[in-house]
């Protein structure tokens, strides 16, 4: 069993900042990319940013220039930064994980999500 578990939502005002995080625990050997990602109410689950073992980032053009991705890889854990927030912002957030468990599967994970709102 593995488990990610985000945190870090909530509401703020445009141009205000959240960092949200996320931690993986359970059957892990390795913890291989992972990602943040964004649904927003009537939309499709879209890909925020992504982060490869090694460190290796990618971004959504909407998160370019105010997002910062980062993990630290001995603690499980996967951050995302976010800078100068915006109303289109708003969504629950998802972190991803592509996980190497002990008994040499490789799965694919998600957390529950974690709201982000902000307001104008």
């Known amino acids: 069993q593995v488990h990610l578990v985000e945190s870090g939502g909530g509401l703020v005002q445009a141009g205000e900042s959240l960092r949200l995080s996320c931690a993986a625990s359970?059957?892990?050997?390795?913890?291989?990319?992972m990602g943040w990602y964004r649904q927003a109410p009537g939309k499709q689950r879209e890909l925020v940013a992504g982060?490869?073992?090694?460190?290796?980032?990618n971004y959504a053009d909407s998160a370019k220039g105010r997002f910062t991705i980062s993990r630290d890889n001995a603690k499980n854990l996967v951050y995302l930064q976010m800078k100068s927030l915006k109303p289109e912002d708003t969504a629950v957030y998802y972190c991803?994980?592509?996980?190497?468990?002990?008994?040499?599967?490789?799965?694919?994970?998600w957390g529950q999500g974690t709201q982000v709102t902000v307001s104008s």
């Open positions: 982060i490869t073992r090694y460190g290796g980032t």
């Open positions: 991803n994980a592509d996980i190497s468990s002990w008994n040499g599967y490789e799965n694919d994970y």
């Open positions: 359970g059957n892990i050997f390795k913890i291989n990319d």
